[in-house]
């Protein structure tokens, strides 16, 4: 006796595999969205009084801290900003970042793999920003993998997820899109160290005539042992802009003339609290001009998990 011949084979395929697609695009966004557990750990600002600190090198302490203006900031922003036009092609690092929530919930620390191409080519602004990462920490994102690039892929953002969610392919989302976007302070195009510096003078520019504003340089501070020079914004009173801090901190290494980390407190709810940490980015471990290739931005490179 013959059976009748399945007739809806590859309906059904289709069917698994989009509902397979539909479930990880929506874990995705619960993975992305949770804020997850706060922590504690880097969260509070750089207390200079502390003379056993361990990122106050030995000829470091709060009596070499020196009062500055927010022009210098400027000035020494700029200047690093020109210097990556002719020295930053591209580089890699290990990328740790943490921010709060609108309603003032921290979120864990994220820690990423980068690879970076920035827009500078000999000494131009002609080439396309393009970035790969992949994620290590927390354990609920560790294996995620994310390319961008302003050229290729439509400009789309290829997202694949670690373990079983990898298995179904995440459609290409909209970088400014709700769903690349949900539960991140900012697109995906606002990272990297040259838009760090970049957002920097933007900021610094608004409030170069605030006499709220008190600024102190101190040198020879350590990150990952590397002789840098902590910049420390203070403003004296809310501004009520949507990025009013109480501090902000710069860790500037002067030999590369890059910026090692970024961090802004918001103001304490009662007199007496510790400022609350609105945002921290943190480059560890960076490596300039590495030679990265279109192949680093391809999700078929044979060194990552992309189906």
């Known amino acids: 006796m013959q059976f009748p011949k399945q007739r809806f084979p590859k309906k059904r395929l289709l069917v698994v595999t989009l509902t397979a697609s539909a479930v990880a695009v929506g874990l995705l966004l619960n993975a992305v969205s ?51 036009v002719h020295q930053l092609e591209s580089y890699t690092a290990r990328f740790v970042k943490q921010e709060a929530t609108d309603g003032g919930q921290l979120g864990e620390e994220t820690e990423i793999q980068l690879k970076v191409q920035t827009r500078f080519r000999n ?92 600024v102190t340089i101190t040198p020879n501070f350590l990150l990952d042992e590397v002789p840098g020079e902590l910049i420390q914004v203070t403003r004296a009173k809310p501004a009520g802009t949507k990025d009013d801090f109480s501090l902000a901190e710069i860790v500037m290494d002067p030999k590369r003339q890059l910026i090692l980390r970024y961090r802004s407190f918001g103001w304490p709810k009662q007199a007496g609290e510790a400022a609350p940490l609105q945002e921290s980015y943190t480059y560890h471990d960076i490596q300039t001009n590495v030679g990265l290739t279109d192949l680093d931005f391809d999700p078929t490179n044979p060194e990552y998990g992309f189906p």
């Open 123 to 214: 000494g131009t602004e002609a080439g396309a920003m393009r970035a790969y990462l992949r994620f290590t920490a927390p354990d609920s994102v560790r294996g995620r993998e994310v390319i961008w690039a302003e050229d290729l892929h439509d400009g789309k953002l290829l997202v694949h997820e670690a373990g079983l969610l990898g298995l179904a392919p995440i459609p290409p989302l909209d970088p400014n899109g709700f769903l690349a976007m949900r539960g991140q302070r900012y697109p995906i195009s606002e990272i990297g160290i040259v838009r760090l510096v970049e957002k920097l003078i933007e900021r610094g520019q608004v409030d170069l005539e605030n006499p709220d504003i008190k």
């Open 34 to 84: 949770s804020p997850g557990r706060a922590s504690s750990e880097h969260a509070r600002p750089t207390d200079l009084s502390d003379s056993t600190a361990s990122n106050l090198s030995e000829s470091s302490s709060a009596a070499t801290t020196r009062e500055s203006t927010l022009a210098e900031v400027l000035e020494i922003a700029t200047e690093a900003r020109a210097a990556m």
